[in-house]
């Protein structure tokens, strides 16, 4: 089992057996309840001061309920989220870890208000926290955010569509940072813009997190951005997290299945190596998270299915260095994880 030690001063978010079940009713009147979906179901993993945490997988793997729910933006179901020393998923905590905890959007233009003002936009915290006590204090500090994410002051007059997108996510990154928050949640924030823009984006993030200390998770499906900017990684199947691990030890020797056929998938601009590399299939659609497999729900799809994987549920066990896998393979004999590092080191050059 992975820690979640909450004590440590270098702990600002841990999240414990989260668990985010979407009740389904029948009926117009009685709204009886036939069932629900399971879109998070046994989460855990921390955030440290200053780290980025990459959170990947497919679609409706449960990566964004997951960031919702940390925001208090979705109720869970069960679990505990603690932020800062405090149990935030307590009905006395309030709002107060609101100022400290923000989020970056995918679309930057929908979610920027196109009747707003750039300047009223990023100022709109300030505003609803009542955290300036002038006009001149407030433009001060729009005029400071702006700068923080590379946009010129005169740029507050403007409307968001006279900006491009990689401006507009500047914009919405301006607007999470007007409160000086330790966290920022980012979901898929470059997956909307042009492959040349992202790079800028990401350099932005990085920039902000070595200057102000910042905290991200970072919710994405492009493994190649989720590798540029994270420390750590935790891979999402199912509303399950079934590995967690250093940015290194998941790229360049991934234990899970499913994080093999992940890191096979992703192309290689050097032919020699693309025709070489190991390539790891998975077939089969994604099954429903209303009604999940028995025992491992990777276990339909998975190339190195065992009998045990359809009737037990693998436990995530500690493999040292704050590494985690969730799979029987290990250690079953003859297990052993697929090197990619060579892989990896030819998408860099």
């Known amino acids: 089992m992975i820690s ?17 079940h979407i009740p389904l009713h029948d009926g117009a009147i009685l709204r009886k309840q036939v069932g629900s979906i399971k879109a998070v179901d046994g ?28 925001l208090r933006m979705q109720a869970q179901t069960s679990g505990r989220i603690v932020f800062e020393g405090k149990d935030i998923t307590k009905k006395r905590t309030g ?23 750039v300047r009223d936009l990023v100022g709109e915290p300030l505003v609803v926290h009542r955290a300036t006590s002038s006009r001149a204090e407030y433009d001060e500090r729009v005029a400071e955010l702006l700068a923080t994410v590379g946009l010129l002051p ?10 491009s997108g990689g401006q507009r996510q500047r914009i919405a990154i301006a607007r999470a940072l007007a409160l000086n928050p330790s966290l920022i949640i980012c979901d898929e924030p470059v997956s909307a813009l042009d492959v040349s ?23 994405a499906h492009d493994l190649a951005v989720v590798r540029h900017i ?44 693309e025709k070489t590399r190991p390539r790891i299939v998975v077939r089969g659609e994604v099954p429903s998270a209303l009604r999940p497999p028995s025992g491992c729900r990777f276990h339909p799809r998975c190339p190195q299915a065992m009998e045990i994987c359809k009737t037990q549920d693998p436990l995530m066990t500690d493999h040292g260095d704050g590494r985690g ?15 990619v590092g060579e892989t990896w080191s030819a998408v860099t050059k």
């Open 230 to 273: 994270s420390h750590r990684v935790a891979v999402m199947y199912l509303g399950r997290i079934v590995e967690i691990g250093s940015r290194k030890d998941l790229y360049e020797r991934p234990m899970h299945p499913y994080t093999q056929a992940l890191m096979s998938a992703v192309p290689v601009a050097d032919p020699k190596v």
């Open 95 to 117: 709002n107060e870890f609101r100022r400290r905890m923000q989020m970056v959007y995918q679309d930057p233009y929908g979610s920027l208000n196109p009747r707003m003002k």
């Open 4 to 20: 979640t030690d909450n004590t440590r001063d270098d702990v600002i978010l841990s999240v414990e057996d989260l668990k985010v």
């Open 197 to 219: 823009i992202q790079a800028q984006v990401v350099n932005v993030l990085i920039d902000l997190q070595q200057r102000l200390g910042l905290s991200y998770i970072f919710i």
């Open 154 to 163: 005169y740029m507050a007059e403007r409307y968001p569509h006279e900006f």
């Open 43 to 70: 989460v855990s993993f921390t955030v440290k001061r200053g780290e980025t945490l990459g959170l990947v997988g497919e679609s409706g793997c449960g990566k964004s309920t997951t960031g919702l729910t940390v």
């Open 325 to 339: 896998v969730a799979c029987h393979l290990y250690g079953a004999p003859g297990s052993q994880a697929v090197t």
